[in-house]
């Protein structure tokens, strides 16, 4: 028996915790190779290490019990109006594509509240990946739902032309109804009011913009305090979901004739272009750069086009390069600092 | 680790059902600090994102019913709500791939993995919690730091002011404390020693 290593030694020694928490792989691989020479060591390293265990867990469990805490108060402090959004509104000066752009719009972190209809029973459609679903609502209104959307609509559509739209983008071609506001709200709390209309909006989750695009009437936008914003034919907007920055600005009619298997990408990220790529191909795409996920990017393509095809024109115009195995794709290049 | 029904209690959290949206949070909390530490070292950037993004969950539950799949959605929302407030912060930012780069099962296992969640304590667990309640609010701190936190001495002495010889003395009392309340309870160390080694294997 090794009389110097005690459990005692051995809890407070800087090596062995570090084994034991796992923060060092040196210090694993020495305390293994250790025991494994002395065996003996067995009972006092066991001992230690559930003594480690427990005081590890007696913090783990203190901090998650303080964390629900926070939470808690957190919920009853918002429960009530949530903190204001500063909404600011200038044109587009990220646009760098003459021929199309998009607008924006804002963030209601918290006016979804206000307007959310939380008894009112629902319907969800799910559009799967390189499905492009046509559907019509009980008031004959139409939606195209692009590849990978998901929306839900209130199953008693004559009484609350209400529609959800979880995640994605759709296309709306609605009949008008002054008596009865046809709208729909993204899950970020967009709220988008028709006023005899056909429009786009595109609301993806893992995304930092939402954006509406009309292509002809009206909509109304609705957001946090602000008087709604009326976007005619040809107008659209951008909201980022994090800093509340709204942008208007022209949108080409043409970025809805997705609806017709045209893709058009108007100054997006490549995020966005990850997305839209994975839904249409079934292809996963994996950014080897990480900084590039952030670049902005403008292409258009048929659905027609092989993936490759779309990537060989992406590779000259912005100095990236691809490698494709089966259904995983790696992009690599930083087309951010042309 | 616990192990208990996400899809149960996620189907908790969008009835609106307090009780079970906090067990959630308690599930997932180990999950998200773990991965939150492998993007910024600042610990309470970490845990204010992990609030921050539950609280979204429980303000926009009504529509979350279509999140397929709330675990990959849960590391999405968090990721992008710690790296904007590590950016903010002007915070050291260490970037892990995206989670479609690194595949959630990749980062679940690096929790998963950390052997000390395997380390069965149930039947210490409640006289450790009871004896290090009774420490003094110093030893209390410095028990959290280095068993929880996982500091070494020299990062403890930077935050304490106390020094290393200080830190070591009063961590080496407290463990005695511990192990006599241990002994006091029936838990000799024979009898420690016969559960299973983790360590080994």
């Known amino acids: 028996m090794q009389s110097h290593i005690t459990v005692a030694y051995l809890v407070t020694d800087e090596s062995f915790v570090a084994s034991c928490l796992q923060q060092d792989p040196k210090a694993v691989i020495y305390w293994q190779q250790k025991v494994a020479a002395n065996p003996d060591l067995q009972p006092v390293i066991a001992e230690a290490t559930q003594l480690i265990a427990a005081m590890y867990h007696h913090g783990l469990n203190k901090e998650i019990a303080a964390g629900q805490q926070t939470l808690l108060r957190m919920m009853q402090e918002t429960a009530s109006p949530l903190p204001a959004i500063t909404t600011h509104r200038r044109l587009s000066i990220w646009q760098r594509v003459a021929a199309a752009v998009i607008l924006a719009l804002c963030t209601g972190a918290a006016f979804f509240w206000f307007t959310s209809p939380r008894e009112i029973q629902y319907t969800t459609v799910h559009a799967g990946t390189r499905q492009l679903k046509n559907i019509t609502l009980p008031d004959q209104s139409t939606v195209w739902m692009n590849a990978g959307c998901t929306l839900r609509y209130a199953t008693d559509f004559t009484a609350h032309r209400t529609i959800i739209l979880e995640e994605g983008e759709a296309f709306f071609e609605v009949i008008h109804q002054a008596e009865k506001p046809f709208t729909v709200q993204t899950s970020n709390g967009m709220r988008i009011e028709d006023l005899g209309t056909a429009f786009s909006v595109k609301s993806y989750q893992a995304l930092e913009e939402e954006s509406v695009g009309v292509v002809s009437g009206k909509v109304a936008i609705h957001s946090t305090a602000e008087k709604p914003t009326i976007l005619n034919a040809g107008e659209g907007i951008v909201a980022n979901r994090q800093t509340g920055r709204l942008q208007v600005g022209r949108y080409a009619t043409n970025a809805a004739d997705w609806v017709k298997g045209h893709i058009v990408l108007n100054d997006v990220s490549f995020r966005e272009l990850q997305l839209v790529l994975q839904n249409v191909y079934d292809v996963q795409i994996v950014f080897d750069t990480p900084s590039l996920e952030n670049c902005r990017i403008t292409t258009a393509f048929y659905k027609t086009n092989q993936v490759s095809e779309i990537l060989d024109d992406l590779k000259i115009v912005y100095s990236i390069a691809y490698t494709k195995k089966e259904n995983v794709i790696h992009l690599t290049g930083n087309p951010c600092q042309q | ?201």
């Open chain 2, 1 to 201: 680790m616990e192990h208990t029904d996400i899809g149960e209690l996620w189907q908790g959290l969008l009835k609106g059902e307090e009780a079970l949206f906090l067990q959630l949070y308690k599930v997932w909390y180990p999950g998200l600090l773990t991965y939150g530490l492998r993007i910024t070292e600042d610990r309470e950037l970490v845990k204010d994102a992990i609030n921050q993004t539950f609280l979204y969950f429980w303000q926009k539950r009504a529509v979350l019913t279509g999140v397929e799949q709330p675990a990959a959605y849960m590391y999405t929302a968090f990721r992008r709500r710690l790296i904007t407030a590590a950016n903010n912060s002007n915070g050291k930012i260490f970037l892990p791939g995206d989670l479609v780069e690194e595949g959630l099962d990749s980062i679940e296992e690096s929790h998963e993995t950390v052997l000390i969640h395997h380390v069965n304590v149930a039947n210490i667990q409640r006289i450790i919690d009871r004896a290090i309640g009774q420490l003094s609010g110093r030893k209390q701190e410095l028990i959290r730091m280095k068993y929880y936190e996982g500091l070494s001495y020299r990062q403890i002495a930077n935050k304490t002011k106390l020094t290393e010889r200080t830190i070591y003395n009063k961590i080496h009392e407290a463990i005695k404390t511990l192990r006599a309340n241990l002994a006091a309870d029936g838990h000799s160390g024979d009898m420690i020693a016969t559960i299973q080694l983790l360590l080994l294997l």
